[in-house]
């Protein structure tokens, strides 16, 4: 089905990586069965993140280095709708825009490049930059050595087998969205290895009551943004910019939401999990945010 517009252009801010570029044109090729008349043209910006490849995420500035740029040129009138992987954008939008359309959501999971687990021998090396993955990953094999991560996803999917590092962690919807798959030694399940916030899903950003934003609005997949909705309520319920290795997936079943969450708790050095369900993303976001102990929030 396609809407009637007249032939303009819409504007779609995203960095410059590979995989930024890929998300970006494919919300082109969505739009463009919508708005055969519309032409699509990327807006390359350099944020924070891309700048500085070499200091540790956790060091880094927290939440939003990645599209703290893009989310500006929005405002400025540079582009007319910011296309993020949603797992890199801040729990709160800013003020001026909002989180439009959340057009598809890949497999969330987690997986290994380089080795399985159970190919890693003991004590071998891993990297990720994700607090969260090196906490998850510890539960499940203390003895490994676990070191940052950092750099575009070429740099980093070529270290398994160099530098001394035998595997890496990464998410199985970057790697399906580069063609590269095939690279996948092992895939987490998500029901245990619970991803971050937002993974695997695309966020549209656009400013306030802008019409043309509002274009974007139909490729929206509900039950996702609702579940994004949800997962970023409880990121948001513990603080912006919270670095504590925390993560949350939620999934739609039936005529219900299902938030699972799992958080570390800092003081007594335990992984702590909960489930919740309800149909209010919002409220099942703080909710479930509500049932770690303060310990687990950093408190």
């Given at each position: ?108 999971a987690d997986v290994l490049v380089g080795r399985s687990l159970e190919g890693l021998a003991p004590g071998a090396c891993v990297a990720t930059g994700s607090p969260r993955r ?125 938030l699972r969450a799992v958080m570390f708790n800092e003081q007594s050095h335990v992984l702590e999990r909960h489930e919740l369900r309800g149909n209010d993303p919002v409220a099942l976001g703080q909710g479930i945010a509500a049932l ?8």
């Open positions: 089905m396609s809407h009637t517009t007249s032939a303009r252009t819409l504007r779609l801010a995203t960095r410059g990586s590979p995989l930024a570029i890929a998300q970006a044109d494919r919300v082109a090729s969505q739009l463009r069965h919508v708005y055969p008349e519309m032409v699509f043209e990327n807006v390359i910006i350099s944020t924070t993140g891309d700048q500085d490849t070499t200091t540790p995420l956790s060091q880094s500035g927290g939440q939003g280095i990645f599209v703290k740029e893009i989310q500006l040129a929005l405002l400025n009138g540079e582009a007319d709708v910011a296309v993020h992987s949603a797992k890199d954008l801040p729990s709160l939008p800013p003020k001026g825009l909002e989180l439009i359309s959340v057009p598809e959501r890949l497999d969330p090196k906490v998850l990953l510890s539960t499940l094999r203390p003895d490994l050595n676990i070191v940052e991560l950092r750099g575009n996803m070429a740099t980093r999917l070529s270290l398994p087998g160099s530098k001394g590092v035998d595997a890496i962690v990464t998410a199985a919807a970057a790697l399906s969205r580069l063609g590269q798959e095939a690279l996948i030694a092992e895939r987490f399940d998500p029901l245990t290895f619970t991803p971050q916030v937002g993974q695997g899903a695309i966020g549209l950003e656009c400013r306030i009551g802008d019409p043309l934003g509002e274009l974007v609005r139909v490729i929206d997949d509900v039950h996702a943004h609702r579940c994004l909705d949800a997962e970023r309520s409880f990121l948001a319920t513990l603080g912006a910019g919270c670095m504590i290795p925390a993560g949350a997936w939620c999934v739609a079943e039936e005529n219900e939401l299902v770690f102990s303060k310990g687990a929030r950093g408190q």
